[in-house]
């Protein structure tokens, strides 16, 4: 929605130093990446679990592996180049920050459950594009509970 756009690595045409994946999706940072990483490339992932960097890959690529400092391993690989990969691959923000505020995530399941509502409501009217969501689903809004 910020105007990024949205591509596979093998895709890109420029860039290699910085990676951060949040898609969802299993190794995303595959072994293919790994082998093309330039020297000093740092990754993390804020998406599903550890999965989305093939940590295994890199692993067996490398030729030696240590932490310089919390939450952030280098590795050695083939040719002198180095790998930082942050949070272990985890969700790196709640690997190495405070995670989410009660008060975001309210707002977010508050978000979604509203688009729901509005789908189930209107989903055939509903044009094939970015909508934005109707406002004031506020609790007087709601039909009677039975
Ligand atoms: N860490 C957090 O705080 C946090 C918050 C929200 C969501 N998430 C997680 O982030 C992930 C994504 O959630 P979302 O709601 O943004 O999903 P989404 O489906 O809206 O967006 C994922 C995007 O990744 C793209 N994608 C999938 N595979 C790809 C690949 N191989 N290469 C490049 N792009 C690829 C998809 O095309 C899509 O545009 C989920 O695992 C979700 O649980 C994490």
Known sequence: MDGF?????????????????????????DSQHVKAFKDGAIICNSGHFNDEINIPSIEEQSLG?????????????PGGRRIYLLGEGRLINLAAAEGHPAAVMDMSFANQRSGLSNIVKQGKALKN???QRPRGHRPRDRAPEA
């Open 5 to 29: 756009q949205v591509m596979p690595l093998a895709e890109r045409r420029r860039g290699g130093h910085r990676d951060h994946t949040v898609t969802g999706n299993l190794n995303v940072i």
């Open 65 to 77: 592996k240590r932490r310089v400092r919390d939450f952030v391993d280098e590795y050695q690989m």
């Open 129 to 131: 594009e970015v909508l």
